[in-house]
């Protein structure tokens, strides 16, 4: 893990072709996906060209990849000091849903969130979706959403 988490934030607002390039190579599945709505204009969900172009100016006209990439880093630090800790991280009461796309970089299976989760109300694996799923599958993403609160009404 960086020292510095704001090494990668000022490179991602540098340019915008270097925050357009993290964003293709973010992981394998987002760069088959993209440069397939790039490329072959054969979009993955809501991965078109223009989606990803809008998205990519979002986070540049805001400036607000550097306290996106942040959160990854602020997230790992704090893992890692409770695991050196010896301590086992609080119990998390609230109703949780889990889906696990496909196309995501770490595939959980259930007996892994029921662990971290143990309110988990909801588990589904999705025939479709990676890593930016309510982006590339939005219908889908909502779907999930809906059915993982629909009980709690």
């Known amino acids: 893990m960086p020292e510095h988490p704001q090494t990668i934030g000022f490179s991602l607002t540098d340019s915008p072709a270097g925050l357009a390039a993290w964003m293709l190579d973010h992981?394998?599945?987002?760069?088959?996906?993209?440069?397939?709505?790039?490329l072959d204009k054969?979009?993955?969900?809501?991965?078109?060209?223009?989606?990803?172009?809008?998205?990519?100016?979002?986070?540049?006209?805001?400036?607000?990849?550097?306290?996106?990439?942040r959160l990854y880093w602020e997230q790992g630090r704090s893992l890692?000091?409770?695991?050196?800790?010896?301590k086992k991280p609080?119990?998390?009461?609230?109703?949780?849903?889990?889906?696990?796309?496909?196309?995501?970089?770490?595939?959980?299976?259930?007996?892994w969130a029921e662990k971290v989760y143990p309110n988990l109300i909801y588990f589904q694996q999705a025939a479709?979706?990676?890593h930016f799923a309510a982006w590339e599958e939005p219908e889908?993403?909502?779907?999930?959403?809906?059915?993982?609160?629909?009980?709690?009404?």
């Open 27 to 38: 992981d394998a599945d987002s760069y088959q996906k993209i440069s397939r709505a790039f």
């Open 42 to 69: 054969q979009p993955a969900g809501g991965l078109t060209r223009d989606g990803v172009l809008d998205n990519i100016t979002l986070y540049w006209l805001t400036g607000t990849a550097t306290s996106s990439a």
């Open 80 to 86: 890692a000091a409770l695991i050196a800790s010896g």
């Open 90 to 111: 609080p119990d998390i009461k609230l109703p949780v849903g889990f889906t696990v796309f496909p196309g995501e970089i770490i595939q959980a299976p259930r007996s």
């Open 128 to 130: 479709k979706g990676g």
């Open 140 to 153: 889908l993403f909502s779907e999930e959403i809906r059915a993982t609160f629909k009980p709690l009404r």
